[in-house]
């Protein structure tokens, strides 16, 4: 495995991300050296001044070296996709996104079509320059031209926000996510819930634009109990000033935490949006992955969520689940399909590191790698990071069933320890998309981030500001008013008229 030394810059992040795609977590042994195995070979990474606003990037090793001028601008994501090139070409391996990295290779392909007016040349371009496979440039393409038109639906002058309940009724296998245990932290529920409140209240007391859209998701904000749930929703939606038409979407997600009394909160509450999420049709794998419902109570909950008035569901599946094949994954989405929910979300295994299921897997690939690889091998990619042909055409042909059923992609993104290196899409029938995801994922929107865990942006252009708020529990409930000062700060410091900083706490 490879070392590499950067010159004349210190872009270490996007770096990492190529050494992470091919060999797992480098290491940085100095400021400028990452260490990926026995830096044997060592991969030269320079940057040079070539004219104003041009810099000349080169990637070389002893047999082999890659170099361009580009505007400065773009020097992060030419380091990045000359260092896959040759990383690619070394090793035999090849991703489907190619060098794209990011969360939002769509933005990549929006900006192509911008710039060449054509699909054929955008989709030439992220196949030709960036490496992407053509099964996902095409994907990317189709979803870009969504994204936008979602997009230009939510008004650049009104808000999104996201409240976030970090309770689950338990622990699934493949979550690393902050989300608590509600039946092993009931002490802490209705204090979380009564800060989130109070969040709320402080800051959109002093904040007065227009929501245009609200997510509440978690976790499972039906984890709660129906007193507290109760709670939550009539002591936060009076506090915020919806547009007439704000979108308003619900998480429901375990379908072992629906009820007609809760799915009467959420009616009353004035939902526009249900999630009901299976993420299999099928007992066996359910218990595996410790999901406490069956398939019997996912049709029942949707059933009832229908017979009581709501006609925008989404559902999601994960590709990829363990012991499930490709005929087990096509037969979960033609069950859901069966049930005709307004959009699908397909989301590929990710196996974060502090999951149970991403532990697991480790320790019996090392075991297996031990057995069959040699130690300096460079092909002995964390099991995670392998691309996988056959989960790439399980999801490329769920794209193809949905598409015969009239859904069509209209968001992605991408995380870091996914399987194969592949992606989550949102489907969904025209006009049917959710406009908080997209206008989270883009950037271009500003997100207020209410409760543990969520991250507000303040967006003006291209400029974006963050303001997390903590993700441990009790570190947010005890610092909930400086969190909400916080982020009015944020706000008044934009010299935004919006903001009355004369208005009482």
């Known amino acids: 495995m490879p070392g590499l030394r950067l010159i004349g810059h210190q872009n270490t992040y996007p770096v990492s991300d190529i050494l992470r795609l091919f060999f797992g977590v480098p290491r940085l042994a100095e400021p400028d050296l990452f260490i990926a195995g026995s830096a044997d070979p060592l991969i030269i990474s320079r940057l040079e001044a070539a004219g104003a606003d041009l810099v000349k990037i080169t990637t070389g090793m002893p047999d082999r070296e890659i170099s361009s001028i580009v505007a400065a601008v773009q020097a992060r994501r030419e380091i990045k996709r000359q260092l896959y090139q040759l990383l690619a070409d070394w090793t035999g391996c090849y991703f489907p996104w190619g060098s794209l990295t990011g969360i939002r290779p769509t933005q990549v392909a929006a900006e192509s079509l911008r710039r060449t007016g054509s699909e054929q040349a955008a989709g030439d371009e992220l196949t030709g320059h960036w490496f992407v496979s053509p099964e996902k440039a095409s994907l990317a393409i189709e979803t870009a031209r969504a994204e936008q038109a979602l997009l230009d639906r939510i008004p650049p002058d009104q808000v999104m926000v996201y409240l976030g309940i970090p309770f689950c009724p338990s622990r699934c296998a493949y979550c690393s996510f902050i989300a608590q245990d509600a039946l092993h932290h009931a002490q802490l529920l209705e204090p979380y ?272 500001e963050r303001a997390p708020n903590p993700r441990d529990i009790g570190n947010y409930i005890s610092r909930v008013d400086e969190l909400a000062e916080c982020k009015i700060e944020l706000f008044q410091k934009s010299e935004r008229p919006q903001v009355n900083p004369n208005a009482a706490g």
């Open 193 to 464: 819930v009564e800060a989130v409140i109070r969040e709320t209240r402080t800051f959109f007391h002093r904040f007065n634009r227009p929501v245009s859209a609200l997510y509440i998701g978690g976790g499972t904000p039906t984890s709660l109990s129906d007193p507290l749930f109760h709670r939550l929703l009539t002591g936060v939606l009076p506090e915020l000033p919806l547009s007439p038409d704000a979108e308003l979407t619900i998480e429901a997600g375990r379908p072992d935490t629906i009820s007609e009394a809760k799915l009467d909160m959420i009616r009353q509450a004035g939902a526009t949006r249900l999630c009901i999420n299976p993420q299999t049709f099928h007992d066996a794998t359910l218990e595996r992955i410790g999901r406490r419902h069956t398939v019997e109570e996912t049709l029942t909950a949707y059933r009832l969520a229908r017979s009581m008035g709501f006609n925008r569901i989404n559902m999601d599946l994960i590709a990829g689940l363990p012991g499930e094949s490709p005929d087990d994954f096509a037969d979960s989405l033609n069950q859901a399909l069966a049930l005709a929910p307004d959009s699908i979300t397909l989301h590929t295994l990710a196996m974060k590191r502090s999951s149970r299921l991403y532990q697991e897997q480790m320790q019996n690939q090392r075991r297996q790698d031990a057995e069959t690889l040699p130690e300096s091998s460079a092909t002995a990619l964390p099991p995670v990071h392998r691309p996988d042909p056959g989960l790439a055409a399980m999801l490329e042909q769920g794209r193809r069933t949905l598409a015969d059923a009239g859904l069509l992609p209209y968001y992605l993104y991408r995380q870091k320890d996914v399987a194969g290196g592949l992606e989550n899409t949102g489907f969904a029938r025209p006009g049917e998309g959710c406009r908080y995801n997209v206008g989270m994922m883009s950037d271009q929107r500003t997100v207020i981030g209410l409760g543990s865990g969520a991250m507000t942006k303040w967006v003006e252009g291209s400029r974006v």
